[in-house]
């Protein structure tokens, strides 16, 4: 008989949810762009659940993960920090990786992985400056959308430096910057710079060491991986699956914590 | 008395340090506040008035000290400024300012200006070359201005046998601590970490001689219980301050103790006694001088990275897994020690995590990530 686990990754800015058979083969996932403290999280779940045409008690085990991770007693079996769950489920999709960089909506992390356990790691300050949320806010600025700065920042052709220590001067000098006319491109093309160069420095502090993997929502801007890549000085793998690698990492333990307590 | 008892009476003293200055005013006792650090309360005892340490605040908003610091300044000095100004210490009877960090040494100026004559404030400038013969001098200079200014207050003159029984006091307070930070580390499941900074935190508010009855009965319950079994985790914890509830809570709820600690308000400032015989204000200097591996005091051999060296030892002895950091924003001297304590801890393998805390934080969820990844990480 198949045992199913379900990870529930409720992060800043999104849901994410995971459904596995038997540790190794994705059931169903489910996003819903909202996060902790909103509608999002049961939004989530119920739709996983209903694309797998399963319900809450076919679930063997449920673990849940991410910033909202606490709110969800009565449906979750467990609850593990994100870390660890975005090392597992980065080894998941690549078994090679040592170095996890992973950038939410409003956290920084970059994990050491040693044979698909996290063994170190380092999160940003209380400062949004290098996250999600940073870039969502250029782009709001901008007018552009934030899933468009990928494909737009690369169609500069002219650099402009845009400071990384913090999100609201940084805001400002792309104001300045639109106001002086500069290409938004140019521009988009300069805050990938920055994000990358406030990531890297932070990467630097546990070691960069191949392969190393992207994941999270901003794993999907091209630009960002791109500027890292280059800040870095190795390739940053990435997964279609980026947004689900917490999620995915929640139900990988859940199916692990499951085989144990049956087991004892 | 149980242990879980003397616990919540430690705790009631720690939440509610305003209500036991009120009691010490209503029983018609004088009350000298005590900023950090290294500050002499053996003088203040000497004089027969209470020290209370000021620590800042984990409930207070700072508003009014804004009109003294920048932004970057340390919260436990703008949140002791805070307290001045909002009336919550005009009970006080004096203020010790120590000057050893940059952020205390204009703090001291800013409360004189804004006290002026409602409260005396007592500048205190602990020399750096702390060890030879004229930082010796210069320590007991410093002391005697401050033991005038004392008498003062009290309205009478410190003696030297009055100031010989104030070491003996906190003599017997600081090994009481100390035996308490090796008790709680083998008793975790007796003494939570919430708890534990309690007991500790409360040492600054309470009379000495009181709150060290209290806690030698404490500490011989605790050295009754039978051998711990913890299953869960054990760190060592570093910093200037951890004496949030809500931080420490995070520890309790995933299973990890505190060992033992480097934390500044805890363990750092009661490693060594002043001598109980002899001329009682050279046993205070001489104390001061014994001083060692804080992040505050000159280190004539710091190229040999002793501080570090020590805290890595102080992790093995005490059993602990890793080391949490508590990374006070913005202060400078932790924030230059950090690398020197980072590569030891590299190469002594002690995993380690560092989290920016200060005390206008209300919310600890990217601190719950952290410390939850890094038990772990253990």
């Keep these: ?264 | 008395m149980s242990i879980d008892v003397l616990l919540k009476e430690f705790q009631e003293v720690s939440e509610h340090p305003y209500k036991v200055l009120s009691q010490y005013k209503a029983e018609g006792k004088k009350v000298i506040g005590v900023l950090p650090y290294y500050a002499p309360e053996e003088l203040v005892i000497a004089a027969g008035m209470v020290p209370m340490g000021i620590w800042g605040s984990n409930k207070k908003t700072i508003a009014l000290a804004k009109e003294y610091c920048a932004t970057f300044y340390c919260t436990i000095a703008q949140l002791a400024l805070e307290m001045l100004l909002d009336g919550t210490m005009d009970q006080l009877d004096g203020i010790i300012t120590p000057t050893i960090c940059d952020t205390l040494r204009p703090m001291s100026q800013n409360i004189r200006v804004a006290m002026g004559d409602k409260l005396p404030c007592i500048f205190l400038a602990h020399p750096q070359y702390r060890r030879p013969a004229f930082g010796m001098q210069f320590t007991v200079d410093q002391y005697t201005n401050v033991k005038k200014e004392l008498e003062k207050i009290a309205g009478a003159e410190i003696t030297d046998e009055a100031l010989r029984g104030a070491i003996k006091t906190m003599n017997a307070s600081r090994a009481a601590r100390r035996e308490f930070v090796k008790l709680a580390g083998q008793h975790p499941e007796a003494v939570s970490a919430v708890l534990r900074s309690a007991v500790l935190r409360s040492a600054w508010f309470m009379e000495k001689a009181e709150h060290t009855a209290k806690l030698q009965q404490l500490n011989a319950e605790l050295a009754a219980l039978p051998a711990s079994n913890w299953k869960g985790k054990k760190v060592l914890t570093s910093g200037i301050i951890c004496d949030n509830p809500k931080l420490l809570q995070i520890f309790d709820d995933n299973g990890i103790a505190i060992a033992a600690d480097d934390v500044a308000q805890e363990s750092r400032l009661i490693r060594v006694d002043a001598a109980e015989t002899g001329d009682p204000m050279m046993a205070l200097a001489q104390m001061y001088a014994d001083q060692d591996y804080d992040v505050l005091l000159f280190d004539e051999k710091s190229s040999e990275n002793r501080r570090a060296d020590y805290v890595v030892k102080q992790v093995k002895e005490s059993g602990a897994q890793g080391l949490i950091l508590f990374m006070q924003q913005f202060c400078d001297p932790e924030e230059m020690e950090y690398p020197y304590l980072k590569k030891a801890l590299d190469a002594a393998g002690i995993p380690h995590v560092k989290l920016g805390v200060d005390q206008q934080m209300r919310d600890f969820g990217q601190a719950s990530t952290a410390i939850q990844a890094f038990a772990d990480v253990l």
């Design chain 1, 1 to 264: 008989m198949s045992i199913y686990t379900l990870g529930i990754d409720i992060g800043s800015t999104a849901s994410k949810c995971v459904m596995l058979k038997d540790g190794r083969d994705i059931v169903s996932k489910s996003l819903i762009a909202v996060g902790a403290g909103t509608s999002g999280p049961q939004r989530a779940i119920a739709q996983v659940l209903e694309s797998a045409g399963m319900k809450r008690e076919d679930m063997d085990y449920v673990l849940a993960t991410g910033y909202g991770r606490n709110s969800l007693e009565g449906v979750a079996d467990h609850q593990m920090s994100e870390l660890s769950c975005h090392g597992k489920g980065a080894a998941f999709l690549f078994p090679e990786v040592h170095t996890v960089i992973d950038i939410g909506g409003q956290d920084v992390k970059v994990l050491q992985v040693e044979n698909g356990v996290m063994t170190n790691f380092v999160m940003n300050d209380k400062c949004a400056a290098g996250t999600g949320r940073f870039l969502d806010v250029m782009a709001r600025v901008l007018e552009v959308k934030v899933e468009d700065l990928g494909t737009l920042g690369a169609q500069s052709t002219k650099y402009v430096g845009i400071s990384s220590t913090c999100t609201v001067f940084a805001e400002s000098e792309v104001i300045s910057q639109l106001a002086m006319d500069t290409d938004k491109r140019d521009i988009i093309n300069g805050i990938h710079k920055s994000v990358a160069s406030r990531v890297a420095g932070l990467a630097h502090r546990v070691g960069i060491r191949d392969q190393v993997v992207m994941t999270g929502g901003v794993a999907q801007n091209t630009g960002v991986v791109k500027a890292l890549e280059e800040a870095l000085g190795h390739t940053i793998h990435t997964s279609p699956l980026t947004q689900y690698n917490g999620a995915l990492g929640a139900a990988l333990f859940g199916y692990q914590r499951y085989l144990k307590e049956h087991q004892a």
